[in-house]
């Protein structure tokens, strides 16, 4: 059984059509990354995958549940973060602990204080005392501590700097992955999560415009930087994308066969914001 | 599950201790300090009063009564009245119950002015300052969120007030004793064991408990609002009961509104000296019979089934709403 199952979302507010047919598949097993601009729709995929708010149509299943019907069952299987620098100020990280091993019986509190224990963070602090990067730090901790099956996090390292970062991410995936798990996250930098995601799913105005696991982007994908005499025979190819560059022109095509792209230029695998720019630019 | 809504109930203790603590402490400290002034002034000679009461109205009977001092110490004119005749057990029981209920009158004001600004944010402050989802990000019901911010501020925080204003009686007590220590008339065993303080005790648990009931349409309104708006949660909790009641006396058929709103807002299971005007209980004490028998009323149950009625409208609301 899938994670997450969604097909068709729509969701409107008002004149602006946040959702707009957008599909999802997620299996245990896989580091999802959602990306997409501003506006694009990726908060509201997310909030609806929570259960904190309500379609207007499509079909969308939670380990089998319905999220918004069924929240407090799907949140026994899954943790979240929505916005990351934003915790209760009044509360006591003690209290704080305590309370959230009250209600949710996943929580396991050793290992959010013996990460805890590893930053400037006291139990006897209260949040408000926090800077925002340490607040981050407490949600982190708290989030990795819960043992889920299923992890979202929307932008979760936003105003860490890039030492922290990188520990994140290396905790997420050396620490906290494993096979029955599955994780989404939705970051605007790309470049930061591109290694430790097994698929992307590149979001456009409310739409899924590209489902792909990152294995099958060589297979897929081809980059071409070709000087200008050879560009009108790239053009003449259909590619998805070209822009100037320093090296010359830069195409990037979907299934093309390379040997035959070989013959105008030097051929190689997009990154991941290579390609993001590409079907975004498609539109 | 239920160590689950005892941690939701601790979170919302934590949250506002402050204010339920700290508002009947002020006013329990209002009361110690105003008596340890008159205390210090009379023993200065400078707590001197002119007294001229006329009670044959009050009184209801035909016979002249008044009550005249002039330049009277406060001290001699409490010790004067207190040693006047030989009190009855009964009289003096009588007479220490009315003090126990009177003094913790400014206490239920006061707790019923916190409480209504607990409840009008316990559904918007956290909306507003954005930690709403990461409250939803357990697994805890609305419906159970919802119930616990209720079950904390009308059933679990009185016990603060409670405890201030048994405090303040038994000060109170202690000075009553201090003053008749060396009278014969009245012993200070007579003023213990008349003080009533442990039926006082009863009377007020029983009394918050019965009177979070009675109100329920009200905390159960304020908890909607809190749930339901985007701006300004005290204005709408204010002025849609406003704008009803005032349509009513417009279209001038029927008062209903405007009599349960006043009912419901009524101190009607509380004890008190003397019960709120309009009150069905005539111009006794509210005591815990009174509080009891409300239970027994068809008022009381219409008003916990609409209040439950606006509860579930704010569990409605909880779900969806997440922003201001």
């Excluded at chain 2, 201030?164 to 000075?175: D, E, K, N, R, T």
Aim: glycine residues 8%.
């Amino acid at each position: 059984m899938s994670v997450v199952l969604a097909q068709g979302l729509t969701k409107q507010f008002g004149d602006v059509r946040a959702l707009d047919g957008f599909d999802l598949t997620v299996e245990a097993g896989q580091i999802v990354g959602l990306i997409g601009p501003n506006g694009s729709g990726k908060t509201t995929a997310l909030k609806s995958i929570l259960g904190l708010s309500r379609l207007d149509g499509g079909e969308l299943e939670v380990f089998g549940l319905d999220p918004f019907k069924q929240r407090p069952d799907l949140m026994r299987r899954t943790a979240y973060i929505a916005d990351t620098g934003i915790m209760p100020r009044w509360m006591r990280i003690r209290d704080l602990l305590a309370f959230v091993a009250s209600v949710n019986p996943a929580f396991d509190r050793r290992t959010a204080e013996a990460a805890l224990a590893d930053t400037e963070i006291r139990p006897d602090k209260k949040v408000g005392m926090l800077s925002k990067g340490m607040t981050v730090q407490l949600h982190l901790a708290i989030v990795l501590a819960v043992n889920a099956e299923l992890l979202v996090l929307d932008e979760p390292t936003l105003g860490l700097d890039i030492l922290y970062r990188q520990r994140f991410y290396d905790a997420l995936l050396n620490d906290y992955f494993a096979e029955q798990r599955a994780i989404v996250v939705t970051t605007h930098e790309v470049r930061e999560i591109e290694h430790i995601l097994t698929h992307v799913v590149f979001i456009d105005q409310g739409r899924t415009r590209l489902h792909l696991g990152t294995d099958e982007l060589a297979a897929g994908f081809a980059k071409v930087v070709a000087n200008a005499e050879r560009s009108d025979a790239l053009r003449a190819m259909n590619p998805l994308s070209e822009r100037r560059s320093l090296h010359g022109r830069e195409f990037i095509f979907r299934d093309a066969s390379r040997q035959a792209l070989a013959d105008h230029g030097e051929v190689s695998t997009p990154s991941l914001p290579e390609l993001f720019t590409a079907v975004m630019e498609e539109r | 599950m239920m160590s689950g809504f005892i941690g939701l109930c601790r979170r919302e203790w934590l949250e506002h201790r402050g204010v339920f603590l700290w508002a009947p402490a002020s006013v329990a400290a209002v009361i110690v300090l105003a008596v340890a002034l008159v205390l210090i002034l009379a023993q200065l000679d400078m707590a001197r009063v002119d007294l001229d009461l006329d009670l044959s109205e009050a009184s209801g009977s035909d016979v002249e009564i008044r009550f005249e001092v002039e330049d009277t110490s406060i001290l001699d004119l409490v010790d004067g009245w207190l040693v006047s005749h030989e009190w009855s057990d009964d009289e003096l029981s009588g007479h220490l119950a009315l003090l126990r209920r009177g003094v913790a009158e400014p206490f239920h004001y006061v707790y019923f002015i916190v409480l209504v600004f607990v409840l009008l944010g316990a559904l918007y402050d956290d909306r507003k300052e954005r930690t709403v989802l990461f409250w939803k990000s357990l697994p805890v019901t609305d419906a159970e969120t919802v119930l616990s911010k209720l079950v904390t501020a009308v059933w679990v925080a009185p016990v603060a007030t409670i405890a201030m204003i048994l405090a303040v009686q038994v000060f109170l007590l202690a000075v009553i004793s201090g003053l008749v220590a060396t009278r014969e008339t009245l012993s200070i065993w007579s003023i213990w064991t008349n003080s009533g303080l442990i039926m006082g005790l009863v009377e007020l648990l029983v009394g918050y408990l019965i009177q979070g009931l009675w109100a329920l349409p009200v905390y159960g309104w304020l908890l909607f609002i809190s749930a339901a708006v985007n701006h300004r949660p005290f204005l709408w909790a204010l002025f849609v009961p406003a704008a009803l009641v005032a349509l009513e006396a417009l279209v001038g058929l029927t008062s209903t509104a405007r009599s349960f709103i006043h009912d419901h807002l009524a101190f009607r299971a509380l004890p008190r000296a003397r019960p709120s005007e309009g009150d069905a209980l005539g111009h006794s004490a509210v005591e815990l019979g009174d509080s009891i028998a409300l239970l027994v009323t068809v008022e009381l149950w219409v008003g916990v089934i609409i209040g439950a009625a606006f509860l579930a409208g704010g569990v409605f609301f909880r779900r969806t709403k997440n922003e201001v």
